[in-house]
């Protein structure tokens, strides 16, 4: 386990401007977590002792932002590196279960430290060495997610913590702490005063993680609270969901399976989910179980009416669902399909209309009048051109809708 903690150039420049300023300063949170699991941290959050005004007098040959002073912390920007530096802080009550209603600075790193939601996050770090006051080290030794003192005290100040908690076990591989397993389960009806989007972000981060499937398993009530179907959904089909889901990667696919059983897009809607997300979802759960069959018509058929990334999605969908309820032939099946679905794509081959080698104005000039007529022949001329029994060539597309056009 890592105890020495390498620091990027911009960090130590600002770790050591504050010092020089005369105040003390350290790496603080998630990215003295990160490091000292190995993995290169994507932000570097500075906590000191310095108050908001002292960090822009420090930083004054520097930009600085006053990203959220109210609260202590200022943004600089070091050789082009984002910064956000807070001044040591004690947060007052929580009368909303989301954000303190005020805060006051101090002095003492061990304060800011306390107010802090695990205590794998409450470590502070600079090169005098590492700050755990609350066995944070101690834990990601064992691989545990602990409250920093009372668990009742910290979801009560942030409901979000719940979530919170579960998406690090989930993420880090980690269990949660019996208090504070327990302290989850019963607050978890705080999760009433989040919003949405926040309990949406949190859930797909805790679904990437590798370890959603045990997590999502033992916290099915938490996850009640915000997806009341799933009290409708036995615990067999909420397991099948799970272990179908971590055979993928997208988060489409991912919540497709996952809320199988489930209105998934009224779901992903309630939770302020993305259109994006919505409208794959949509296309996922409702082709989720057609027949796909290894036949190079049928699978022309499919590209040219769902298109090449969403049939491709549909196959990994249904894979997923084959391989966890054991339908070899069924995934025999959809690999052989997979398998043409490449070879007609790479072959370029006419699905849609759009591929044909010719156009409504072609069929116009024929001497077809314009109108409904005109689609009827460009879609029976496709349908040829699928079963392999018209080439998609111009001219002899051209004589296959003179001969029919009578």
Not at 14 to 34: H, K, P
Not at 35 to 62: H, K, R
Not at 172 to 190: A, C, D, P, Q
């Given at each position: 386990?890592?105890?020495?903690?390498r620091?990027?150039?911009?960090?130590?420049?600002?770790?050591?401007m504050?010092?020089?300023?005369?105040?003390?300063?350290?790496?603080?949170?998630?990215?003295?977590?990160?490091?000292?699991?190995?993995?290169?941290?994507?932000?570097?959050?500075?906590?000191?002792?310095?108050?908001?005004t002292?960090?822009?007098?420090?930083?004054?040959?520097?930009?600085?932002?006053?990203?959220?002073?109210k609260?202590?912390?200022?943004?600089?920007?070091?050789?082009?590196?984002?910064?956000?530096?807070?001044?040591?802080?004690?947060?007052?009550?929580?009368?909303?279960?989301?954000?303190?209603?005020?805060?006051?600075?101090?002095?003492?790193?061990?304060?800011?430290?306390?107010?802090?939601?695990?205590?794998?996050?409450?470590?502070?770090?600079?090169?005098?060495?590492l700050?755990?006051?609350?066995?944070?080290?101690?834990?990601?030794?064992?691989?545990?997610v602990?409250?920093?003192?009372?668990?009742?005290?910290?979801?009560?100040?942030?409901?979000?913590?719940?979530l919170?908690?579960?998406?690090?076990?989930?993420?880090?591989?980690?269990?949660?702490?019996?208090?504070?397993?327990?302290?989850?389960?019963?607050?978890?009806?705080?999760?009433?005063?989040?919003?949405?989007?926040?309990?949406?972000?949190?859930?797909?981060?805790?679904?990437?993680?590798?370890?959603?499937?045990?997590?999502?398993?033992?916290?099915?009530?938490?996850?009640?609270?915000?997806?009341?179907?799933?009290?409708?959904?036995?615990?067999?089909?909420?397991?099948?969901?799970?272990k179908?889901?971590?055979?993928?990667?997208?988060?489409?696919?991912?919540?497709?399976?996952?809320l199988?059983?489930?209105?998934?897009?009224?779901?992903?809607?309630?939770?302020?989910?993305?259109?994006?997300?919505?409208?794959?979802?949509?296309?996922?759960?409702?082709?989720?179980?057609?027949?796909?069959?290894?036949?190079?018509?049928?699978?022309?058929?499919?590209?040219?009416?769902?298109?090449?990334?969403?049939?491709?999605?549909?196959?990994?969908?249904?894979?997923?669902?084959?391989?966890?309820?054991?339908?070899?032939?069924?995934?025999?099946?959809?690999?052989?399909?997979?398998?043409?679905?490449?070879?007609?794509?790479?072959?370029?081959?006419?699905?849609?209309?759009?591929?044909?080698a010719?156009?409504?104005?072609?069929?116009?000039?024929?001497?077809?009048?314009?109108?409904?007529?005109?689609?009827?022949?460009?879609?029976?001329?496709?349908?040829?051109?699928?079963?392999?029994?018209?080439?998609?060539?111009?001219?002899?597309?051209l004589?296959?809708?003179?001969?029919?056009?009578?």
């Amino acid at each position: 386990m890592k105890t020495e903690i390498r620091m990027p150039a911009q960090v130590d420049k600002a770790l050591s401007m504050l010092n020089n300023c005369g105040f003390e300063s350290y790496i603080v949170g998630g990215c003295v977590r990160d490091a000292v699991l190995g993995s290169v941290p994507s932000d570097w959050d500075i906590t000191t002792s310095a108050s908001p005004t002292e960090i822009m007098e420090c930083f004054s040959g520097f930009r600085t932002i006053g990203t959220g002073l109210k609260h202590g912390t200022v943004t600089a920007i070091v050789d082009s590196m984002h910064l956000e530096v807070t001044t040591y802080r004690i947060d007052g009550k929580y009368t909303d279960n989301r954000r303190p209603d005020n805060v006051t600075f101090t002095d003492k790193v061990a304060l800011d430290l306390r107010r802090r939601d695990f205590t794998i996050n409450a470590m502070a770090y600079n090169k005098a060495g590492l700050v755990d006051l609350f066995g944070g080290m101690r834990d990601i030794e064992n691989n545990l997610v602990r409250c920093v003192g009372d668990p009742d005290e910290r979801f009560n100040e942030d409901g979000l913590r719940i979530l919170r908690a579960m998406r690090f076990a989930s993420v880090l591989g980690f269990s949660v702490e019996e208090k504070t397993r327990e302290s989850i389960h019963k607050n978890k009806g705080l999760l009433k005063n989040i919003s949405s989007e926040r309990i949406y972000t949190e859930f797909c981060r805790m679904a990437a993680g590798t370890g959603f499937l045990e997590v999502m398993s033992e916290y099915r009530d938490v996850i009640e609270e915000f997806i009341p179907q799933l009290t409708n959904i036995s615990r067999e089909v909420w397991i099948r969901n799970l272990k179908s889901s971590s055979l993928v990667d997208s988060m489409p696919m991912k919540l497709s399976l996952l809320l199988f059983g489930m209105d998934g897009v009224e779901i992903l809607k309630n939770l302020k989910s993305d259109n994006s997300t919505i409208r794959e979802v949509n296309v996922l759960t409702k082709n989720m179980k057609i027949s796909i069959v290894p036949d190079i018509v049928s699978i022309r058929r499919l590209l040219g009416r769902l298109g090449q990334e969403s049939l491709r999605s549909v196959i990994q969908v249904q894979k997923a669902v084959a391989k966890t309820s054991d339908l070899k032939m069924k995934t025999e099946d959809l690999l052989k399909a997979e398998e043409l679905m490449n070879k007609i794509i790479g072959e370029k081959q006419c699905c849609s209309l759009i591929d044909l080698a010719i156009k409504g104005t072609d069929v116009v000039e024929s001497g077809i009048p314009k109108g409904p007529r005109v689609g009827e022949i460009l879609e029976r001329t496709l349908e040829e051109v699928i079963k392999g029994n018209v080439e998609n060539d111009r001219d002899v597309l051209l004589n296959f809708i003179n001969s029919i056009k009578d």
